[in-house]
């Protein structure tokens, strides 16, 4: 584990197969991600990464062209707008879609299915089965996740997970055992800190991933009784990259 919510595992099931489990790749990761050889053994490259976690992804492919690279639909449709000044390239569109609760075979003996974790809209939990000659093996990789439903996507569906049990589980815990407050308390104590704020005539800048968290503040913003129907600009700034942004919130003028 490099930092909160990076993350880098190769598992091998043997000689000829490997899948590389990504979340949150910097673009200098991508030519020396776990240490691939220039000519790396046949395998797969399988990513569960967010979208805002993957910078690094088109320097690997760049690195390895012929290494695949997974993730679920709505990841590979979004991956292309972190490299914006390529987004209309073929090159960016590198990444291959992977269905929900579907079992994909990625090669003999090997398959994978995803799930979606919850975290944002993509994000995928990720099950992979590897088929030895005298067992089956299973690894449960959850990448970030949230259990809760959210303003975008539903959270991580534990009936279907209930009743698995994976030969090995990695399992993202960058909060610990860390309890907070209702998600709606957090949201109203954010909502009446900006409110007092442009009271006293103040504009708020919130930096946000424009991806996920960026999208639910712009629609709890907008929609809270504090703000609804108050001459205000609420406002991301010109898109440039799904990396990070800045919301501006003040009063108009």
Known sequence: MNECSRSKHLVRCCDTASCALVQGANRSD???LFTL???PRPGRGLSASTSDHA????????????????????????????????????????????????????????????????????????????????????????????????RLVEGLPLGELRGMKPD?????????????????QLENQLADRIHRAIADGYSVLLPAPALGLG????????????????????????FKTLLSTNLCFGTKG
């Open 30 to 32: 991508g030519s020396r």
């Open 55 to 150: 910078r690094g992804l088109l320097a690997l492919h760049q690195a390895f062209p012929q290494l695949p690279i997974y993730a679920s639909e709505v990841t590979a449709r979004l991956l292309p707008l972190n490299w914006p000044e390529q987004a209309q390239q073929p090159e960016s569109r590198f990444c291959q879609a992977l269905p929900w609760q579907s079992s994909v075979e990625l090669r003999r003996g090997l398959s994978v299915q995803l799930f979606p974790s919850g975290h944002l809209p993509g994000a995928a939990t990720v099950l992979l089965t590897y088929e030895a000659p005298h067992r089956t093996y299973t690894l449960l990789y959850t990448g970030d996740f949230f259990l809760s439903n959210s």
């Open 168 to 184: 090995v589980l990695i399992l993202e815990g960058s909060y610990g055992t860390a309890r907070h407050p209702h998600r709606r």
């Open 215 to 238: 999208q639910e503040l712009l629609m709890l913003l907008r929609s809270h009784h504090y703000f609804t129907g108050r001459d205000l600009d609420i406002c991301p700034p010109p």
């Open 37 to 39: 050889r220039r000519r």
